[in-house]
């Protein structure tokens, strides 16, 4: 009858439609899974991917961690060096402050004068082989294999804001010793000092980091004052045998070399931003020329405490 045939029409219409919904569903549900198989499978490569990398830049960049080591162990013999003939040789330097003292006479006219007291002593031997002891543990938290990975990670992109940052208590601290061997006491020019190093060390990082030729050429100006009052003292006519732990010839040498090696920091940079060294090269240029002053730093207190210099 036409009741029955619009019904069985109707039943046939809701099976197709309950039958197309599921293909659809199955078709959602199948494109979901390959979805997430080739997110999966992206994501393996990845993996893959980031793994052959690291393994590539450890390999690469492997001599750096030895070189670390190496570094480690040199400054380490040198801290050992230095507390060796601590016990034989002191070199303690006063750290003075210098003030306008106004007093009144008998006439009751005032009379100025500058007053020089000292605010501390500072043993040279002793604090250099506590610097170079923590030198030494530096360099040996930077070779661990749980941490290099993540140091050649950070130096692989450009800067190294570790060595600007081992740098800044470096440099200051060998041009504050040969102040000091060389005489100068004063709290302010010592002070000043090490902020003019800090300075040129920090400007030579920012030259790293946008790759301009400015900020390298603004880092020499606080260096070169530093310098500066470092040749004044040691080519002047003071008497060196005085201050300085060996002659006045030997010591004039060694501040004339050790200046020459500051400036190739310089130079090594200035080769780097102009894509002349690689990542690699750069940083075994850096450890070097830092073992090199280290190690000529140690070679001076030790000779000149030792009376062979």
């Known amino acids: 009858s036409p009741l029955l045939?619009?019904?069985?029409?109707?039943?046939?219409?809701?099976?197709?439609?309950?039958?197309?919904?599921?293909?659809?569903?199955?078709?959602?549900?199948?494109?979901?899974?390959?979805?997430?198989?080739?997110?999966?499978?992206?994501?393996?490569?990845?993996d893959?991917?980031?793994?052959?990398?690291?393994?590539?830049?450890?390999?690469?960049?492997?001599?750096?961690?030895?070189?670390?080591?190496?570094?480690?162990?040199?400054?380490?013999?040198?801290?050992?060096?230095?507390?060796?003939i601590a016990s034989e040789a002191s070199e303690v330097?006063?750290?003075?402050?210098?003030?306008l003292d106004i007093s009144y006479d008998a006439q009751g006219a005032e009379v100025a004068a500058t007053e020089t007291v000292p605010i501390l002593y500072i043993c040279i031997i002793q604090a250099s082989c506590c610097f170079f002891l923590l030198m030494a543990i530096y360099h040996m938290l930077l070779s661990l294999p749980v941490i290099f990975p993540a140091y050649i990670n950070i130096v692989a992109r450009g800067p190294n804001p570790f060595r600007a940052f081992e740098f800044c208590f470096a440099a200051p601290a060998l041009v504050t010793v040969l102040l000091l061997l060389l005489g100068e006491s004063d709290v302010g020019v010592l002070v000043v000092t090490w902020l003019l190093m800090c300075t040129s060390v920090l400007l030579g990082y920012v030259c790293e980091l946008n790759?301009?030729?400015?900020?390298?050429?603004?880092?020499?100006?606080?260096?070169?004052?530093?310098?500066?009052?470092?040749?004044?003292?040691?080519?002047?006519?003071?008497?060196?045998?005085?201050?300085?732990?060996?002659?006045?010839?030997?010591?004039?040498?060694?501040?004339?070399?050790?200046?020459?090696?500051?400036?190739?920091?310089?130079?090594?940079?200035?080769?780097?931003?102009?894509?002349?060294?690689?990542?690699?090269?750069?940083?075994?240029?850096?450890?070097?020329?830092?073992m090199i002053c280290k190690t000529s730093m140690c070679a001076v207190l030790v000779l000149g405490s030792t009376g062979l210099m």
């Open 211 to 290: 790759r301009g030729v400015l900020a390298h050429l603004l880092a020499w100006v606080p260096f070169s004052g530093v310098w500066g009052k470092v040749f004044f003292m040691a080519f002047s006519e003071i008497d060196l045998h005085h201050h300085m732990l060996g002659g006045a010839t030997s010591t004039r040498v060694f501040v004339l070399l050790e200046f020459v090696f500051c400036c190739m920091f310089g130079l090594v940079q200035l080769a780097d931003i102009k894509a002349m060294l690689s990542i690699h090269q750069r940083e075994y240029c850096y450890s070097y020329l830092s």
């Open 5 to 46: 045939a619009c019904v069985a029409l109707r039943r046939t219409s809701i099976t197709e439609l309950a039958q197309s919904g599921s293909v659809s569903t199955i078709r959602r549900r199948r494109s979901r899974d390959e979805g997430g198989a080739a997110a999966r499978h992206s994501q393996a490569s990845r």
């Open 93 to 99: 330097r006063p750290i003075t402050v210098s003030y």
């Open 48 to 84: 893959d991917f980031e793994a052959e990398e690291r393994t590539r830049m450890l390999l690469e960049y492997g001599g750096l961690q030895f070189l670390q080591v190496c570094s480690s162990l040199v400054v380490l013999l040198e801290a050992a060096a230095y507390a060796f």
